[in-house]
């Protein structure tokens, strides 16, 4: 069992940065992918970012390539998502989920747990 909780939302300003932390609990962390999805009203939830188990695969939307930086602590349980050159188009409710598949990217429908998202707003 693996209990995910995300933190760093906010209000920003357009351009300016935020990072988002999905704490985990439970020993087995590092045996699971993790993956950023984002929700934004009245849109379906899109992905966002992939780590791998080890941290030393990534992968991102087109939409926030060269601006989001996902990484991974193992010893720390988290994962992290540094946004930097935040766009209004970027205000969403953020979620962090765990895949315990081997395929990479983790395809969709293969996550085992969610976390409860943290909201991004970003202003013009």
């Known amino acids: 069992q693996v209990t995910l909780v995300e933190s760093g939302g906010g209000l920003v300003q357009a351009g300016g940065s935020l990072r988002l932390s999905c704490a985990a609990s439970?020993?087995?962390?590092?045996?699971?992918?993790i993956v950023w999805f984002r929700q934004a009203p009245g849109k379906e939830r899109e992905f966002v970012a992939a780590?791998?188990?080890?941290?030393?695969?990534?992968y991102y939307a087109d939409s926030v390539k060269g601006r989001f930086t996902i990484s991974r602590d193992n010893a720390k349980n988290t994962v992290y998502l540094q946004m930097n050159s935040l766009k209004p188009e970027d205000t969403a409710i953020y979620y962090c989920a765990a895949s315990s598949i081997s395929a990479w990217p983790p395809p969709r429908g293969s996550y085992d747990y969610w976390g409860q998202g943290t909201q991004v707003t970003v202003s013009s």
């Open positions: 439970g020993r087995t962390f590092s045996l699971y992918a």
């Open positions: 780590v791998n188990r080890g941290g030393t695969r990534t």
